[in-house]
């Protein structure tokens, strides 16, 4: 098959910019996982999975890939590494009155 036609992986889904960007260029086989702990991305990223039957989110890290893939083969992987803006201004938050709290991951 062609490019358009693969397995890609978003490993850092955030809310779901890139992960709309590659549907758009996959073609209608194309498949795309995507990947992400903040309960914010997985609520976002689940809406998304309703628009588009090729796309399946992780809530999980994407340490994680190996495992819950269960041995597809993937012909491509984005990882957009670091903080989004949208985690900046919600979640890390800093406050003189709590203890300072660095997770996207709230249950972890």
């Given at each position: 098959g062609t490019l358009a036609e693969g397995l890609?992986?978003?490993?850092?889904?955030?809310?779901g910019g890139h992960s709309r960007s590659v549907l758009a260029r996959l073609a209608?086989?194309?498949r795309l996982r995507a990947f992400d702990v903040d309960p914010r991305a997985i609520e976002v990223a689940r809406?998304?999975?309703e628009?588009?039957?090729?796309f399946k989110i992780f809530?999980?890290?994407f340490g994680e890939m190996e495992e819950a893939l269960q041995g597809e083969e993937v012909d491509g992987v984005l990882m957009d590494l670091g903080?989004?803006?949208?985690?900046?201004e919600d979640?890390?938050?800093i406050s003189d009155d709590?203890?300072?709290d660095l997770r996207l991951n709230p249950s972890h």
């Open positions: 890609y992986v978003d490993g850092t889904f955030g809310r209608p086989t194309g809406a998304l999975e628009e588009d039957p090729r809530h999980r890290p903080v989004s803006n949208n985690q900046a979640d890390l938050r709590t203890p300072l």
